[in-house]
């Protein structure tokens, strides 16, 4: 298989809070996009974390008042990044290895401009053209 970078299939099209917003509005914005996680970033789009899913069941969980609640009382802050030039092999062994299913993808000048998640990576290789065994076993 070739290899093929990050920015070949990141996504560009981000859903950003900053750490004060609340919440259920962060929770408002993934639900009304379809999207299973926000990225946390500053007023000059650098990444300060980032919030799921996931963190919503602890939010849940812990009953606190979510109209009261900032995002970053629950976002995750050490974020593992990608670039737009590593490999989606490296990146997927590395979402794999923590367990996460979103890596936001960093520019050191600009900032946060893209989203790799474990739905790009399952899209691209269910396009990926290997043949089967049984054809190899026939081309010989």
Do not use: C, W
């Amino acid at each position: 298989m070739e290899d093929v970078l990050v920015g070949r299939l990141m996504s560009t099209t981000l859903q950003t809070v900053t750490p004060e917003t609340l919440v259920e509005e962060a929770a408002q914005k993934m639900l009304s996009n379809d999207v299973g996680s926000v990225i946390v970033i500053d007023d000059e789009n650098h990444l300060e974390g980032i919030l799921t899913t996931t963190d919503f069941v602890k939010i849940v969980a812990e009953r606190q008042p979510k109209d009261e609640t900032p995002v970053s009382a629950y976002m995750t802050a050490d974020v593992s990044t990608a670039s737009i030039q590593d490999s989606i092999r490296e990146v997927s062994d590395r979402m794999v290895e923590g367990g996460f299913h979103h890596m936001p993808v960093v520019d050191e000048t600009e900032g946060v401009i893209g989203m790799i998640s474990t739905t790009d990576l399952t899209g691209y290789l269910s396009h990926v053209q290997t043949p089967s065994p049984s054809q190899t076993d026939s081309a010989q």
